[in-house]
């Protein structure tokens, strides 16, 4: 494992980071000079983000150039720099650490007692913020790390005391390999991201390397539920401790499970088959359930009374991009949700029909060439509940168009399977479809981890006139 050690840096030179205005390196750039580092950057564009640093005292640059860089400690960038990139070719030639972002975050991790890192191929960022909410509840003021905006604290970061850090965990180019967590949760483990895994077992397999990391005197949170994710686990010398929705044999299960009328789950947790708590969502959806489950097993792995537990869950009311009500048009809910992968599209369609009787409308925008192309099948199998999808361009992200898949053959496929789908070449078109569609009562939901979202946006603005 790459190491790299924060103590041994002279604080009088920068630490450089490139790619800095993202939403996981500004966080870093922030708490690398909350704890007294020099710190500068770079990003291609100006944003909010970049605004914010700047308001902070870190000195950042708009564009990348070698000149960006003056005599650093060592240099951090993401992943999504090239490795073309004029600074950090320049930086190789200096003779100083010059690190990928996991790094940066696995060696901030090892200055907490006890971090907590939180992986699976769903669920992390509403996993990691509720039980953020949940530690919070409880008073420990844990440093928090997020892939959303938490509207508790309004940010994506938090530095609270030097004891508990969480954050998420993600297993892309196997960047949670560099993390050294004290206790780990696997909520789930599926194929994605196959433009970097060669399939379901060499994901398994990595996730089976990121619970190694786990010291012997720490835990495993394992949802019992997930035959790849027991897989991960399996002959792993670790104290696992399992979540479950189906089997009383778990460490906690959730018994009782019913939803309200806005279709948030409550239930009776047992503990090792024994009454632990009862307990009540304010997000709703069955697999918000299954988190909630994680976060117990975490929370009473560190001493959190049942009560703070429930006192987080009321908190909790979602973050940005997961099933986030934006408003309403028309009387219809319209609703954002970052789901970019068939399971996590299939979770959100059926929150919605959990939590109303109207119809369901949806604007769907795959994320990158790769996963549309070889995840091409489950997509089309997605969208049963959807009365309506209109499928937009793909988000190119990270890729270039291979020409091996359009959004046009995505919506043939899905047609095939749900007769509800229909391709739509712009985002003012799909705006004007879901106008004459919404009706009280039913929902219009954007979905997409790429600018899927502005639709929603415009929708509620132009009511909101």
Known sequence: MEQFNLEKLDKQKSIHMIGIGGISMSALAVILKTDGFSVTGSDFKDSSSVQNLIRQG????????????????????????????????????????????????????????????????HGKTTTTSMLSQVLMAEGLDPTILVGGILPSIGSNMHIGKNEYLVTEACEYCGSFLKFFPKISLILNVEEDHLDYFKDINDIIDCFHTFAEITPEDGALIVNGDDKNALASVAGINRPVITFSTEDKMADFFADSIAFNGNGCGEFTVLKNGEFYMEAALSVPGPHNVKNALAVIAAADLLGVTPESIQKGFDAFGGTKRRFEQKGLYNGARVIDDYAHHPTEIMTTLKTAKTAGSGKVWCVFQPHTY????????????????????LVVDIYAAREKDTGLISSRELAEEIQKHSHNAQYIKSFEEAEAILKSKANPGDFVITLGA????????????????
């Open 58 to 121: 870190i000195a950042v640059s708009v564009g990348h150039s070698p000149e960006n860089i003056k005599d650093p400690a060592a240099v951090v960038y993401t992943a999504a720099i090239s490795r073309d990139n004029p600074e950090l070719m320049y930086a190789k030639t200096l003779g100083v650490p010059v690190v990928e972002r996991a790094v940066l975050l696995g060696a901030i991790m090892k200055r907490y007692e006890t971090p907590i890192a939180v992986s699976g191929t």
């Open 450 to 465: 790429g600018d899927v979202n502005k639709i929603a946006e415009d929708l509620v603005a132009e009511k909101n006139q």
């Open 370 to 389: 790769t996963r549309a192309f070889k995840l091409k099948e489950e997509f089309s199998r997605s969208f049963k509940d959807a009365d309506g999808v």
